[in-house]
């Protein structure tokens, strides 16, 4: 460290504080959805995929809801989680379900070919299942108010 006073880089720094008091995520972070919106979510959009199948075959709802809760909790944790993190920094919610939905029907067309109804109906109703399930987990997110230019 110089002697000379308007060489010390410490005292000359730029500030940084944290965006709003009690704020544990980064200071970019805008929405943060936490376990409980996870939870929520994934389990609305469970349900919603049991809906949309279940009236297609009404003999088959139990059986949609039965063997799709496993894969449903495990790949619906896991991208749901990986996508909430990628859009911590995106305020605007709207697009959070856009990009569920998008998100869903990427990942799953695919996979539609294995269905007999086609690879429309089956990635169409994983996609607007995990955007219902976004839109439910709306008011269980966390918001950072802080002014971005400021933090």
Known sequence: MSQEPWTDEDGY?????????????????????????LAMGITV???????????????????????????VWAIG?????????????VRNQWLHVAAFFAGGLLMCAPFGGLSATGPLLFSSSIALAAAVGRLAAWKLVRINNADPLTA
Do not use: E, M, N
């Open 13 to 37: 720094s730029l500030a940084t504080r944290s965006p709003s008091a009690g704020w544990r995520y980064g200071p970019k972070d805008r929405v943060v959805l936490g376990g409980k919106g």
């Open 45 to 71: 959009a469970h349900l919603t995929f049991c809906v949309l199948w279940g009236v297609q075959a009404p003999g088959w709802a139990i059986i949609f809801f039965v063997y799709s809760l496993l894969p």
């Open 77 to 89: 944790g896991a991208v749901g989680s990986l996508l909430g993190l990628a859009l911590r920094r």
